[in-house]
C-alpha cells in the first residue's frame, strides 16, 4: 500500500495551505520545519515592516529603536521577493546603498514608506524609482528629496496615485509639476509645510486628484486657481494660508470647479471674507465638513450664505471665530439641515441663551466643545 505525507503535495497546495493559517505564531512557526516550507513561507509574505517604523499617529522616531543597517535590509529583501508593501520608516541612518537589493526585488512593490529617513537622497531616489517602476504610494514625510527626485519618480512610475511629501523642504512646485503631469492616476498629493509650494505646480492636474493636503504652504492666488484646476478634488486642506491673501482670494473655490468637494479645510485662513465664502457655499453642494476656525473676518453675511446653501454640511467648525454672533449663530441653527455636529469652543461672542435655542431647534445637532485640529478621514481631536 502506496504511503503519502504532506511533503508529497505540490507548492500550491503547501501556499494555500500557509495562507489558510489565520493564528500568527503558526504562521512564524511554518518555516521551522523544513527549507522547503521556509521558501514557502517567504514567497508568501507580501509586506514587511521594521520595528524602528513610525506608527501612523506617532511620526517620531523611537529613541529605543534600532536603526536597521544597510547588510541586514539586503538580506531580508534577498529573503523576501515577492513583497507589495515596505515600511522603512523610521530608518534614520539607513544610505542610499541600503536601497540596492531593491533593483532585484522591488518589481512588484506596490507601497513605499521611508518617512523620516533622513539618509536618502536624490540618489536613492533615482534608485527607487527604477527599482520600483510598479510603485501606487510612496510617503516621503521629512525626507531631503528634490525636485531632481521627484522628476525621477515621475518619469518611472507612472501609476503612482498616492504620494506624501509633508515637511520635505526641498522641493518646489517644479517636482510637484512634474507628478501631476507625468503621473495621471494621481489620487492624493500631501505637501503640507513645504514652505516654497505656491500652489502652481498643480497647474492642469488629473481629474482623478481628489485630495490634496496643502496646510502650511505659501500659496499665492494663482496657485490655488492651479490646486482646483483638475476639478476632482473631494478632500482640500489650505490651513494656515498667509495673512497677506485677500478676503475673496478663496473664491475660485467655489467657481463651478469644486462641485465634489465633501471636506473642506480652512482652519486659521484669517483674512478669508464673506465674498469667498459666499462663492464657496454657493459652488460646493455636496460639503459635507468645513473647517472654519480662527477665520475672524467671516462675517454676518458669510454665516447666513452657509445656513442658505450649505445643505449637505454635516459637521462645522467654528471655533474661536471673533466675528460669530447671535444672529449669524441663528443663521446656521435655520440653515444647513443635515448638520450633526457643530464645533464652537472660545466662540465668546455666542450668548448662552442662543445656544440653548440651538440645542432646543435641533436636539440632534452635537455641541463640541473640544477643537478638531485634523479633519476628514483620519481626524483626531485634543
Same mark, same amino acid.
Given at each position: 500500500?502506496?504511503v503519502?505525507?504532506?511533503m508529497?503535495l505540490?507548492?500550491?497546495?503547501?501556499?494555500f495551505i #500557509?495562507?489558510?493559517l489565520?493564528c500568527?505564531?503558526d504562521?512564524?512557526?511554518?518555516g521551522l520545519?523544513?527549507?522547503?516550507? /521556509?521558501r514557502i513561507?517567504?514567497i508568501t509574505?507580501?509586506?514587511?515592516? #521594521?520595528?524602528?517604523?513610525?506608527?501612523l #499617529?506617532?511620526?517620531s522616531?523611537?529613541?529605543?529603536?534600532?536603526?536597521i543597517?544597510?547588510?541586514?535590509?539586503s538580506? /531580508?529583501?534577498?529573503r523576501f521577493?515577492y513583497l507589495?508593501s515596505?515600511s522603512l520608516?523610521?530608518c534614520?541612518?539607513?544610505?542610499?546603498?541600503?536601497?540596492?537589493?531593491l533593483?532585484f526585488?522591488?518589481?512588484?512593490?506596490?507601497a513605499?514608506?521611508?518617512?523620516?529617513?533622513?539618509?536618502?537622497?536624490?540618489?536613492?531616489?533615482?534608485?527607487i524609482?527604477?527599482?520600483?517602476?510598479?510603485?501606487a504610494?510612496?510617503?516621503l514625510y521629512?525626507?531631503n528629496?528634490?525636485d531632481?527626485g521627484?522628476?525621477?519618480?515621475?518619469?518611472?512610475?507612472?501609476g503612482?496615485?498616492?504620494?506624501?511629501l509633508?515637511y520635505?523642504s526641498l522641493?518646489t512646485d517644479?517636482?510637484?509639476?512634474?507628478?501631476?503631469q507625468?503621473?495621471?492616476?494621481?489620487q492624493?498629493?500631501?505637501?503640507?509645510?513645504?514652505r516654497r509650494?505656491?500652489?502652481?505646480?498643480f497647474?492642469g492636474?488629473?481629474q482623478?486628484?481628489a485630495?490634496?493636503?496643502?496646510?502650511s504652504?505659501?500659496?499665492?492666488p494663482?496657485?490655488?486657481?492651479d490646486?482646483v484646476?483638475?476639478?476632482?478634488?473631494e478632500y482640500?486642506?489650505?490651513s494656515?494660508l498667509s495673512?497677506?491673501?485677500q478676503?475673496d482670494a478663496?473664491g475660485p473655490?467655489?467657481?463651478?470647479?469644486?462641485?465634489?468637494?465633501?471636506?473642506?479645510?480652512l482652519?486659521?485662513?484669517?483674512?478669508?471674507?464673506?465674498e469667498s465664502?459666499?462663492?464657496?457655499?454657493k459652488g460646493?453642494?455636496?460639503l459635507?465638513?468645513?473647517?472654519?476656525?480662527l477665520?475672524?473676518?467671516?462675517? /454676518?453675511?458669510?454665516?447666513e450664505?452657509i445656513?442658505r446653501f450649505?445643505?449637505?454640511?454635516?459637521r462645522?467648525?467654528?471655533n474661536?471665530c471673533?466675528?460669530?454672533?447671535?444672529?449669524?449663530f441663528?443663521?446656521l441653527?435655520e440653515?444647513?439641515?443635515?448638520l450633526s455636529?457643530?464645533?464652537i469652543?472660545g466662540?465668546y461672542r455666542i450668548s448662552?441663551?442662543t445656544?440653548?435655542?440651538?440645542?432646543l431647534?435641533r436636539?440632534h445637532?452635537e455641541?463640541m466643545?473640544?477643537?478638531v485640529?485634523?479633519?476628514?478621514p483620519?481626524?483626531?481631536?485634543?
Amino acid at each position: 500500500m502506496e504511503v503519502h505525507s504532506i511533503m508529497d503535495l505540490p507548492d500550491d497546495c503547501l501556499i494555500f495551505i #500557509f495562507q489558510a493559517l489565520d493564528c500568527g505564531p503558526d504562521r512564524e512557526s511554518f518555516g521551522l520545519t523544513c527549507h522547503r516550507w /521556509l521558501r514557502i513561507q517567504n514567497i508568501t509574505r507580501r509586506s514587511l515592516q #521594521f520595528h524602528c517604523s513610525l506608527s501612523l #499617529f506617532n511620526r517620531s522616531p523611537s529613541q529605543s529603536n534600532i536603526d536597521i543597517s544597510s547588510y541586514r535590509l539586503s538580506r /531580508l529583501l534577498t529573503r523576501f521577493t515577492y513583497l507589495r508593501s515596505l515600511s522603512l520608516s523610521g530608518c534614520t541612518k539607513l544610505p542610499d546603498s541600503g536601497l540596492a537589493q531593491l533593483q532585484f526585488s522591488g518589481h512588484d512593490l506596490r507601497a513605499l514608506h521611508m518617512d523620516c529617513c533622513f539618509g536618502i537622497t536624490d540618489n536613492g531616489i533615482s534608485l527607487i524609482s527604477t527599482s520600483c517602476p510598479n510603485l501606487a504610494v510612496i510617503s516621503l514625510y521629512r525626507c531631503n528629496v528634490t525636485d531632481a527626485g521627484l522628476e525621477a519618480l515621475a518619469c518611472s512610475c507612472l501609476g503612482l496615485r498616492d504620494v506624501n511629501l509633508a515637511y520635505c523642504s526641498l522641493i518646489t512646485d517644479r517636482g510637484v509639476s512634474a507628478l501631476s503631469q507625468r503621473c495621471r492616476e494621481l489620487q492624493a498629493v500631501k505637501v503640507s509645510s513645504c514652505r516654497r509650494i505656491s500652489g502652481t505646480g498643480f497647474r492642469g492636474c488629473s481629474q482623478t486628484l481628489a485630495h490634496i493636503d496643502a496646510e502650511s504652504c505659501k500659496l499665492e492666488p494663482e496657485g490655488i486657481m492651479d490646486i482646483v484646476s483638475g476639478k476632482g478634488l473631494e478632500y482640500l486642506n489650505l490651513s494656515g494660508l498667509s495673512w497677506q491673501f485677500q478676503a475673496d482670494a478663496l473664491g475660485p473655490i467655489g467657481g463651478g470647479v469644486c462641485e465634489r468637494l465633501k471636506i473642506l479645510n480652512l482652519r486659521m485662513c484669517r483674512t478669508i471674507g464673506n465674498e469667498s465664502i459666499y462663492s464657496i457655499a454657493k459652488g460646493c453642494p455636496l460639503l459635507e465638513e468645513w473647517n472654519l476656525a480662527l477665520c475672524h473676518e467671516v462675517k /454676518l453675511q458669510g454665516w447666513e450664505s452657509i445656513g442658505r446653501f450649505c445643505n449637505n454640511l454635516e459637521r462645522l467648525h467654528v471655533n474661536r471665530c471673533r466675528n460669530l454672533c447671535d444672529r449669524g449663530f441663528q443663521a446656521l441653527r435655520e440653515g444647513c439641515r443635515r448638520l450633526s455636529a457643530l464645533y464652537i469652543s472660545g466662540s465668546y461672542r455666542i450668548s448662552g441663551h442662543t445656544i440653548e435655542l440651538f440645542k432646543l431647534h435641533r436636539g440632534h445637532v452635537e455641541i463640541m466643545e473640544k477643537e478638531v485640529m485634523c479633519i476628514g478621514p483620519h481626524w483626531t481631536s485634543q
